[in-house]
């Protein structure tokens, strides 16, 4: 049957996105399928990978994220010389989501890694939604935490207007950020609106920053893939940044560097600053630009981080 140019066009157009796909998820499905393990603790299972030698620290990752994305925010640390655990919070890969997934039970999990693990402490390194877990294992088990990092913190203080989710993911989020497909066709298709509303990066500054720091944005981004495995994570961390509930960050003993973007289109960098106004001691490094994905900065994250936790163990005598 003859299809005509423009059908028959139409056809190619849509074999090659679905090749193209089908070719993009299997790398992902790939990459999440080595480099880590699972650990039985009594906090139940925890997935993780290990990079780097030298003084431990626990990397936190944010939502949408994993180990992976532990890994890929680690390994400057790592470069640097610190060993990075990074770890698959509760209900993202192979780490399950258990019925109690609040930030003091995340916590207590840190706590069991580091019990497996044999480490009696290490430094923590909370990226975004992983903040709130870092800030209650540093109240829960300050004896364990030698320093705590708060990047792009995602947590907000009683009181701030945030859109509650509902109960259960609406048809809308189960459609378009749990469908792999969706998710995948939307960052081809629609990238700088994927930048500027899931990743809260505004796209000038992705288009203005050098061609490495693109790339990472880029890694990052496609790091979310397969969406579908990490839809249960996300969902708890929208509900836990909804709560607002109010951290006791005046009872931080740990030395404590916080570092906000001012226009991180998430809105954290009021509450980043607030956060380390009231944390004894803490230190505050800022950026005016950048975004979420601290895009064209990261040579100046790193750098506040690795000093930061340099100074931290040298202090303790663990460096």
């Known amino acids: 049957m003859y299809l005509g140019v423009p059908a028959a066009a139409l056809a190619g157009l849509i074999l090659f996105a679905y090749f193209s796909y089908r070719h993009e998820l299997g790398a992902a499905q790939a990459r999440i399928s080595s480099g880590s393990e699972v650990v039985d603790t009594p906090c139940g299972p925890i997935e993780y990978a290990l990079i780097g030698k030298g003084a431990p620290v626990l990397l936190v990752h944010g939502a949408g994220g994993g180990f992976d994305q532990g890994l890929e925010f680690g390994r400057p640390l790592a470069e640097h010389g610190f060993t990075v655990i990074a770890m698959s919070r509760f209900g993202y890969l192979r780490t399950p989501l258990p019925a109690d997934a609040s930030p003091a039970a995340q916590a207590e999990a840190h706590a069991c890694l580091l019990d497996a693990l044999k480490l009696p402490g290490a430094a923590i390194l909370g990226g975004s939604a ?20 708060l990047l792009v913190p995602a947590f907000f203080p009683p009181g701030a207007p945030q859109a509650r989710p509902p109960a259960q993911p609406s048809f809308m989020f189960e459609a378009v950020l749990g469908s792999d497909f969706f998710f995948w066709l939307n960052m081809k298709l629609a990238r700088d609106t994927m930048l500027e509303r899931v990743f809260a990066t505004p796209a000038r500054d992705f288009d203005d920053a050098p061609r490495e720091e693109q790339e990472r944005v ?3 981004m496609r790091s979310a893939l397969p969406f579908s495995r990490r839809r249960k994570g996300l969902w708890n961390d929208l509900v836990i940044v909804a709560s607002s509930p109010r951290y006791e960050l ?18 954290t960098y009021q509450s980043s600053r607030s956060a380390a106004e009231r944390i004894p001691g803490a ?15 990261q040579k100046e994250v ?3 981080m690795t000093k930061f936790l340099d100074q931290a163990g040298a202090q303790l005598g663990t460096r």
Not at 250 to 267: C, H, K, Q, T, Y
């Open 130 to 149: 992983g903040a709130p877990s870092a800030i209650e294992f540093c109240l829960r088990h300050a004896a364990r935490c030698s320093a705590m990092v």
């Open 218 to 220: 880029l890694r990052v």
């Open 250 to 267: 005046e009872r931080i003993a740990s030395p404590a560097l916080v570092i906000g973007i001012e226009n991180d289109l998430f809105g």
């Open 283 to 297: 230190r505050f490094a800022s950026f005016a630009t950048g975004g979420h994905l601290w895009a064209g900065r």
């Open 302 to 304: 790193v750098s506040e």
